[in-house]
């Protein structure tokens, strides 16, 4: 049997957390459809080629290779050229604004179904006016759960048009190498205590920061710290205190190897987050404020709870504290046994199944996929509460009623 085609479009974000989620979930269509990733992120090359996953890579706007508008126009025709030629019945868009050009292929594509996967935990920032409006441009939209949404402020809570899901993550249990053979496989020492700094470097406050932690690391005797960059600044000079050393390793995806670490210290971004608690990795969260992503909120839900170790991005004194405090074993063993309390992340899982369900050439009928959407949002709506579930369902009554009348009468 044929596997139905998935387009999956991601933008070129704050960090490659868009990416990310979409592979997460392409890895949980594998089986039973074929997903192509269609990312403006360079590193889609490298990220396909791990997972086994098709992939195109198209140049975003910030290059500047083009004007506006042409860009739209470029975008739109690359996705309808690969609709054409892949027969795809299912379009999803994993960022934070659907572009025009993601738009107008989807008015010239109309047999086709767009889903705008948009992640939850925004900042009060003026994108979230135009929300209504953005949603009602796409067929679907869903919201990958997040493990701290308790603490979510921002303008995407409360709406009514979002089937919302359990955390997305790429670290699947199944699929992740022990300690011994992760570290086996990075080359590291199987004796030393092993510490990951995932933080990024190249401007002057990633770079304190940077120099904070590996400050506080450094009184850690016999660590082998590791990360994914050389740690130098955004002149270019050394970041590494005299007599620390740092091993830099590059690999794809950190989540099947993330057991070779004793301790984490990384951004508060929603992959990172919901990698290290499921994986039981402790982990010290300093919140990076670019974007739309409100890590401090996610951050702060964490600590509060007892899951991660938090640093006020702000503060170089107490990140070097913070990172110091991972040192101490029983630390790092209380928060592991807190990160147990924390039910399995399905959200990938969930959203390939509503993804098969909508690409399925057997069920063609606009009416019953419908049908099937609006129980996904029901759902959804009893875990929001029963204010969000009245909501949602004069909401969805009245988008039923047009539903039927359109596909009645079409031509009106």
């Known amino acids: 049997m044929k596997r139905p085609a998935v387009i999956m479009i991601t933008s070129n974000g704050v960090g490659a957390g868009h990416l990310i989620r979409a592979s997460a979930i392409a890895r949980r269509l594998k089986e039973d459809a074929r997903p192509i990733i269609l990312s403006?992120?360079?590193?889609?090359?490298?990220?396909?080629?791990?997972?086994?996953?098709?992939?195109?890579?198209?140049?975003?706007?910030?290059?500047?290779?083009?004007?506006?508008?042409?860009?739209?126009?470029?975008?739109?025709?690359?996705?309808?050229?690969?609709?054409?030629?892949?027969?795809?019945?299912?379009?999803?868009?994993?960022?934070?604004?659907?572009?025009?050009?993601?738009?107008?292929?989807?008015?010239?594509?109309?047999?086709?179904?767009?889903?705008?996967i948009r992640r939850g935990m925004w900042q009060k920032k003026p994108q979230g006016i135009a929300l209504?409006?953005?949603?009602?441009?796409?067929?679907?939209?869903?919201?990958?759960?997040?493990?701290?949404?308790?603490?979510?402020?921002g303008p995407t809570k409360d709406r009514v048009e979002a089937v919302l899901t359990s955390p997305v993550s790429l670290y699947d249990p199944e699929k992740s190498l022990s300690k011994k053979a992760a570290r086996k496989k990075l080359g590291l020492s199987q004796e030393k205590s092993t510490v990951l700094v995932q933080l990024g470097v190249g401007e002057r406050d990633l770079d304190d920061r940077v120099s904070a932690v590996l400050r506080g690391l450094s009184k850690w005797p016999d660590v082998e710290i590791v990360m994914?960059?050389?740690?130098?600044?955004?002149?270019?000079?050394?970041?590494?205190?005299?007599?620390?050393?740092?091993?830099?390793?590059?690999?794809f995806p950190l989540a099947d190897v993330i057991h070779a670490f004793d301790a984490i210290v990384c951004a508060a971004g929603y992959n990172s987050v919901h990698e290290v608690i499921p994986a039981k990795?402790?982990?010290?969260?300093?919140?990076?404020?670019?974007?739309?992503?409100?890590?401090?909120?996610?951050?702060?839900?964490?600590?509060?709870y007892e899951l991660t170790l938090y640093a006020d991005n702000e503060s170089l004194s107490e990140i070097e504290v913070k990172a110091r405090d991972l040192m101490n074993?029983?630390?790092?063993?209380?928060?592991?046994?807190?990160?147990?309390?924390?039910?399995?992340?399905?959200?990938?899982?969930?959203?390939?199944?509503?993804?098969?369900?909508?690409?399925?050439?057997?069920?063609?009928?606009?009416?019953?996929?419908?049908?099937?959407?609006?129980?996904?949002?029901?759902?959804?709506?009893?875990?929001?509460?029963?204010?969000?579930?009245?909501?949602?369902?004069?909401?969805?009554?009245?988008?039923?009623?047009?539903i039927v009348y359109r596909t009645i009468f079409p031509h009106k």
């Open 40 to 116: 403006m992120a360079y590193s889609v090359v490298e990220v396909s080629t791990a997972l086994g996953i098709e992939s195109e890579f198209v140049p975003g706007r910030d290059k500047g290779l083009m004007g506006r508008r042409k860009w739209d126009e470029y975008l739109r025709d690359r996705i309808c050229a690969l609709i054409d030629e892949t027969d795809a019945k299912v379009v999803t868009f994993d960022g934070v604004v659907p572009y025009p050009g993601i738009l107008a292929a989807k008015f010239r594509r109309p047999g086709v179904s767009f889903i705008w």
């Open 329 to 402: 074993h029983e630390t790092r063993l209380k928060l592991t046994q807190m990160c147990q309390r924390i039910p399995r992340f399905e959200g990938d899982r969930e959203i390939a199944s509503m993804i098969k369900m909508l690409s399925n050439e057997n069920v063609s009928s606009l009416i019953f996929k419908r049908m099937r959407y609006q129980r996904f949002l029901a759902q959804s709506a009893i875990e929001r509460g029963i204010g969000y579930a009245i909501r949602r369902f004069a909401n969805s009554l009245l988008r039923f009623a047009a």
């Open 281 to 304: 990795i402790p982990t010290l969260l300093i919140a990076n404020n670019r974007g739309t992503d409100d890590q401090v909120a996610r951050a702060k839900w964490c600590e509060d």
């Open 228 to 251: 994914a960059k050389e740690p130098r600044s955004h002149k270019g000079e050394p970041l590494v205190p005299r007599g620390v050393e740092v091993k830099v390793i590059r690999h």
């Open 132 to 153: 209504s409006l953005q949603s009602k441009l796409m067929d679907y939209v869903i919201e990958p759960g997040d493990v701290a949404r308790e603490y979510d402020k």
